[in-house]
């Protein structure tokens, strides 16, 4: 039998553990547990009250080092006191750099485009460690990104690119997002694409993510700790 691979995981803060709890036993229903291993960090809300800015001890940073693989419920983040979101920590320590989500129509989740008959069904790619989100913006970011997306979209002659203002964006998504299959952001505005489109698939709930680099990868099943709610079992 071949080595299990080890998994950096962090249940989360708020509704984190249910989620991840959940998450586990449709690991276990579809056999990934016969090979992989589950090895638990310490990160989110309890470091931060510790006093490590970081949201995360040195030895979870170890841990995931070394495995290279993250899997994490969703984390809060200190407010008012100018404390950075674990999520943007978590990337650019980790050299994470796409964000890549999926978003489409579910089976039992009520929308306006399901009961229309529309179905949804695209992702966004999102670059996660630069531009304005990131607090290193001074000048053309935007500019280079669309000349990198249209040099690079000559290698691939059997997709048709197009490029598109981010209002006019908005505005097609929420009238038409049937059309879409894949789309391409810079960070602050995937950041703000990515939360309408899992508007339009029912909510944060139903926004899993993938945060991927060269060496370290990161996995999160929903986004959001919803704390009014946590330790209720009423997370969906």
């Given at each position: 039998?071949s ?6 995981l ?5 509704i984190g553990?249910?989620i991840t ?20 960090v ?11 800015t970081?949201?995360m001890?040195?030895?979870?940073i170890?841990t ?6 993250l899997?994490k ?6 407010i ?7 999520n ?8 994470a ?10 089976p ?27 607090g ?14 249209r040099f690079l979209?000559q ?9 598109v ?6 505005m097609?998504?929420?009238l ?12 602050l ?15 944060l709930?139903f ?5 991927i680099?060269?060496q ?21």
């Open positions: 039998m080595k299990k691979i080890t998994i950096a962090a249940p989360g803060d708020g553990p249910e709890r959940a998450c586990l036993h449709v690991f276990e229903a579809a056999g990934v547990m016969d090979h992989v291993e589950f090895t638990e310490d990160m989110g809300n309890k470091v931060f009250a510790e006093g490590d970081r949201g001890t040195d030895e979870a170890e995931i080092e070394r495995t290279g693989i899997y419920g969703p984390m809060g983040t200190p008012g006191g100018g404390g950075k979101s674990i943007v920590t978590l990337r650019k320590t980790f050299g750099f796409a964000n890549l989500r999926h978003f489409q129509s579910l039992g989740v009520e929308t306006v485009f399901s009961q229309a008959g529309v179905p949804v069904d695209f992702y966004v790619v999102r670059e996660n460690v630069e531009d304005t989100y990131g290193i913006e001074h000048r053309l970011t935007a500019g280079t990104f669309l000349d990198r997306f979209s290698d691939y002659p059997d997709i048709e690119p197009e490029d203002i981010i209002d006019a964006l908005c097609n998504l929420v038409r997002p049937d059309k879409y299959k894949m789309i391409v952001l810079t960070n505005q995937g950041d703000i694409v990515s939360d309408l489109a899992a508007g339009l698939v029912g909510g709930g926004a899993p993510s993938a945060n680099g060269d370290i990868s990161i996995f999160e099943a929903v986004h959001g700790t919803a704390p009014d709610i946590a330790g209720q079992d009423l997370a969906n």
